[in-house]
């Protein structure tokens, strides 16, 4: 049952459709990055060496540069490994360096290496672990850093400027440290005071952290912070205003094994990334005894996504092409839901061994929202076709418009779906408590069914004088209550 199940859902679900952003004759191996840096920082240089696999035909391998570089030469030795060698120059968009998206190869992972050349009064940060600092003549200083884990393009990344470099305490083999420009660097320690907790954390529930280290990295970026693999860049902003807050940072740790290690293969499946990042990242206060303070995120996620303006469109939106557009309430807010209502709906047992399960297996690749479901369902023994369906392909969430009346000992519960048309309609397991005329006090789950009513009768010892549905708070969906 469980097996044609899922072989319908993958064969035929946008759940498993995704767009190849790939190029089927060549695998991107390996990146070697040089880059020489102006003591102003305006004025880039680089040299990029691609190793990459020819699995196929015959035709040149072809490399999607950015407009803002200009390519000085390209050279390329045949052979079934070959390298081909890019010198390019350009000006940095401001004094810090931005990371960039590429625009087609970016789920193709590879590994990379990055050579830094700076004034001897900078310091460099990228991904993986740094190998040396190199003092070269007339002044300037050669940092060298190489990640062995194959990662997206769209989190290589490379800083340097003249940033204070302050090492946290460390729980696991993994070393943390911040980066920062010095006059935020005392200020840094507070939001940032839990970070070695948190991979600690993670790392327990979830796996092995995926990377030779963590770097915290004040940055220019245009995000709020972005979650390059083992070295996270954070914007300035929040650093010199004082807010930064340890709600990001707990976001973009997470990232390092949902995001980053284990990478959606399109884009329209965003929340395997930043929906789980949006859930992961609230549950550290959970895993570290403050469950009040978890509740309190989610129920701001719930109220974000409600109010927003992409209820119509369901997460999986394959008719929306421009991907910016994507990073919005559906896969943030909405994402985290999705995972908190799967989690009640399977049991944590199930639901984190699930998890591990989905991130050993995916781990340095990349997956569709098809590959959890077939993952969870495995660890559930149950299908879960219907759970995914309703919360990745319909748009909204469930209105439920509860009417109850008490005659003869027995309530009656009618409860209706009122949520538009175009949303469809919802299974839920919905919680109630009742406050009975005799000081007594009832609770119970209703099965709502995925249709406009479902109808429950229960016999009670004495007559309801409140009914209060979703007390705690676990399910996405607006209620109402009338007594008749």
Not at 69 to 95: K, Y
Not at 123 to 141: C, F, I, K
Not at 293 to 322: G, H, L, Q, W
Request: aromatic fraction near 10%; avoid cysteine; glycine fraction near 6%.
């Amino acid at each position: 049952m469980i097996a044609s199940a899922l072989l319908l859902l993958q064969a035929a679900s946008p759940l498993a459709v995704a767009e190849d952003f790939t190029r089927p004759d060549a695998d991107v191996l390996h990146y070697e990055i040089a880059l020489t840096l102006s003591d102003s920082a305006q004025d880039i240089r680089a040299r990029t060496t691609v190793r990459y696999l020819v699995t196929g035909g015959d035709g040149p391998l072809e490399l999607d540069f950015d407009s803002v570089l200009v390519v000085d030469s390209v050279t390329g030795p045949a052979g079934r490994i070959p390298a081909a060698a890019t010198h390019h120059r350009g000006l940095s968009a401001d004094p810090g360096w931005q990371r960039r998206r590429a625009s087609r190869g970016w789920v193709d992972k590879a590994t990379v290496a990055f050579t830094v050349e700076v004034p001897p009064t900078w310091r460099a940060v990228a991904n993986g672990r740094l190998e040396g600092v190199d003092t070269l003549p007339h002044q300037r200083t050669r940092w060298r850093w190489r990640s062995t884990r194959p990662i997206p393009t769209y989190t290589m990344v490379v800083g340097a400027g003249r940033l204070a470099v302050t090492a946290l305490p460390t729980l696991t083999a993994v070393p943390q440290s911040l980066w920062t420009f010095p006059e935020d660097s005392a200020f840094a320690q507070g939001p940032f005071r839990r970070a070695t907790l948190m991979v600690d954390a993670y790392t327990k529930l979830i796996g092995a952290f995926p990377y030779s280290k963590l770097a915290h990295v004040e940055s220019s970026t245009r995000f709020g912070g972005m979650e390059n693999s083992s070295a996270i860049f954070y914007a300035e902003s929040p650093y010199v205003d004082r807010s930064m807050s340890e709600d990001v940072v707990a976001h973009e740790t997470a990232h390092q094994w949902f995001g980053d290690a284990v990478t959606e293969r399109d884009w329209h499946h965003l929340w395997l990334s930043e929906g789980f990042a949006s859930y992961f990242g609230p549950l550290f206060y959970e895993l570290v005894q403050e469950p009040a303070r978890f509740r309190e995120v989610m129920e701001r996620n719930r109220r974000v996504y409600m109010a927003s303006d992409v209820v119509e469109r369901p997460i999986i939106d394959t008719t929306e092409k421009n991907i910016s557009r994507l990073l919005n309430e559906n896969n943030y807010p909405k994402g985290a839901w999705v995972l908190h209502l799967l989690r009640r709906e399977v049991g944590d047992s199930a639901f984190f061994a699930g998890i591990r399960a989905y991130y050993s297996t995916f781990r340095d690749s990349t997956a569709l929202s098809a590959d959890l479901a077939a993952v969870m369902e495995r660890f559930a023994e149950r299908p879960l076709d219907w759970f995914f369906q309703q919360w990745l392909l319909q748009p909204g969430y469930p209105r439920l418009d509860l009417a109850w009346s008490y005659e003869g000992g027995e309530l009656a519960l009618e409860i209706r779906q009122t949520q538009p048309a175009a949303w469809g309609f919802y299974r839920v397991r919905l919680p109630v408590d009742i406050e009975l005329e005799n000081g007594a006090r009832e609770s119970f789950d209703v099965e709502v069914e995925a249709r406009a009513a479902t109808v429950l009768r229960r016999a009670l010892p004495a007559k309801p004088t409140r009914l209060v549905p979703d007390a705690e708070g676990v399910v996405l969906a607006e209620t109402s209550v009338t007594a008749r």
